[in-house]
């Protein structure tokens, strides 16, 4: 040991992960407690299933420790630093005293590393017997998607290089750091879904995950762990409402946008490129502040103009076919981009649009309540958003709709310019891989509607419209276990058709 050291690199003085509780273990894990902003009603409502699931299993390798990540025994803990990794931050600046000058001179060996990378070294006088080096990316609200993907990429590649290395547990600190500005809640979202989608898929070897914080992060980690690893049932149903409506793909990752280098509109962009980071960051501001700061901020000031003009432009040759098309993928982007940026837990909350199980073919179904969305008080232009942030990742292969007509009332009836305006801007996938339209409880009106609506103002759609007067009737589309139903839908078919059939209803 080193003479001179801090008291606290004493070897007694460096923490067992054997000793510290696991998530499960601690306060709310016997299924009696529920996060204490949460009120009773919210454990009362129709839930329905979860991303994020109870797993036990899972729990019990999530710890969470408010102290010095540089004092864990851990197989593996992060230090959080700059692309030279020679930044003075709290986190580092203790490693650095704990692990002795060996470590300065190994990392200038690794030359240096690139936002969202995560290169190792040993932990020389640490307990720990590896360091995992990481850059987070410096925080733009204006272009948070492409710090969202590179605070995912920093997790992951420390959990990823930890699994290749078969490390049984690794200390994570909080990556993001006051310099680089990401917001404390929004950082540690990320960090928790992702690390939750690593442990599902690819943790079976790993023992521990720590989360180390100081006592400033620990209520932020404290208010949203349950979001994601609930410790029972009952927890899992409180906090589902909670959930933000960005949680990424499978993998927890951030879905981002085809990037494509726009040569001819700014041909000297990418001589300033001079490593991955900057890259990213120029790339960013060139697209998303030609893409949305030349827009207006009506509704639909960023839709393109009517089908039957441009078809005209074509014909006058004006605009050939693949322009067009490559204008559409443009302005589809373009809110695409918006979607993934905004808050939208407000349109999330009324759970009028969610995904469900698969139908008898295999196919995602996709359930809209009618009488969850209250139009005249929402923020259309922001329901049209979150159309978009849902449907993106689900269009890529085949799918089914159910709209529930249910009960609905004029206040519940979206404009038909509005879904006119809607179906001019999604993406051809959407339109492609939509193989059927199942409406529910339809009315006399909403027939009418929907006939004059696929017939003079949308191609492609009428002949994949059904009507369904029964559950009974969706049964025979999608099976019961697959597809979630509100109650009052359940209660009103029961009440017109009598009890359904089918022994789970």
């Known amino acids: 040991m080193p003479e001179g050291m801090d008291p606290l690199g ?37 839930s329905f299933p979860s991303p994020f699931p109870f797993r036990p299993d899972i729990n019990r390798k999530i710890v969470l420790f408010t102290g010095d990540v540089a004092l864990l025994g ?36 690794l030359k240096g590393c690139r936002t969202g990378e995560a290169k190792q070294t040993k932990g020389f006088n640490l ?20 710090a969202e993907s590179s605070l995912y990429s920093c997790y992951r590649n420390i959990l990823q ?26 950082a540690t979202h990320i960090a928790f879904r992702t690390v939750r989608r690593f442990l599902e898929k690819h943790g079976s070897s790993m023992e521990a995950v720590v989360f180390a914080v100081s006592d ?37 990752e951030p879905v981002v946008p085809e990037r494509r280098i726009r040569i ?14 900057a890259s990213l960051d120029d790339y960013e501001e060139d697209n998303l502040d030609s893409d949305l700061g030349q827009v207006g901020n009506h509704a639909f000031a960023r839709m393109e103009g009517d089908v039957d003009k441009r078809r005209k432009l074509i014909l006058q040759g004006h605009m050939s076919e693949a322009a067009v098309q490559k204008q559409h993928q443009r302005n589809y982007n373009r809110w695409l981009c918006r979607a993934r940026a905004e808050d939208l837990s407000d349109i999330a909350a009324l759970k009028a649009l969610y995904q469900t199980g698969v139908d008898m073919c295999g196919r995602t179904v996709m359930v809209v309540v009618g009488r969850n969305i209250p139009v005249t008080l929402i923020d259309i232009e922001k329901a049209l958003l979150y159309f978009i942030h849902v449907m993106d990742h689900i269009t890529v292969k085949e799918y089914v709709m159910v709209y529930f007509h249910t009960l609905t009332g004029d206040h519940n009836h979206l404009d038909s310019d509005f879904l006119k305006n809607l179906y001019d801007i999604v993406d051809a996938k959407f339109k492609k891989n939509l193989k059927a339209f199942y409406i529910v409880h339809p009315t006399f009106r909403s027939k009418v509607s929907t006939w004059f609506f696929t017939t003079f103002s949308v191609s492609g759609v009428k002949e994949k419209v059904r009507y369904l007067d029964s559950l009974q009737q969706l049964f025979t589309c999608i099976k019961p276990e697959q597809i979630d139903i509100p109650p009052f839908v359940l209660e009103h078919d029961a009440r017109v058709n009598g009890p359904c059939q089918s022994s789970g209803l």
């Open 216 to 252: 400033a992060e620990e209520p932020v980690y404290k208010k949203l762990l349950p979001l994601y690893y609930p410790r029972s049932d009952q927890e899992e149903r409180a906090c589902l409402p909670l959930i933000p409506a960005n949680i990424g793909n499978s993998e927890g």
């Open 161 to 186: 290089l930890a699994s290749e290395q078969s490390m049984a547990s690794v200390g994570l600190c909080v990556v993001s750091t006051a310099k680089r500005g990401y917001p404390l809640e929004d």
């Open 10 to 46: 004493a070897r007694s003085q460096f923490v067992d992960v054997q000793t510290l509780a696991t998530w499960q273990e601690v306060l709310g894990g016997d299924g009696q407690q529920s996060p204490q902003d949460l009120s009773d009603s919210l454990l009362s409502q129709q």
């Open 127 to 146: 307990a720990a017997r590896f360091i995992i080096h990481t850059v987070g990316p410096k925080y733009k609200a204006k272009y948070r998607t492409a």
């Open 264 to 277: 001819a509109e700014k041909p000297g962009s990418l001589e300033s490129m001079h490593t991955r980071d």
């Open 74 to 109: 851990c197989t593996a803990i992060t230090n959080t630093s700059n692309e030279l990794l020679t930044d003075k931050n709290p986190v580092s600046s203790r490693i650095h005293q704990l692990a002795g000058p060996e470590l300065r001179d190994e990392l200038v060996k």
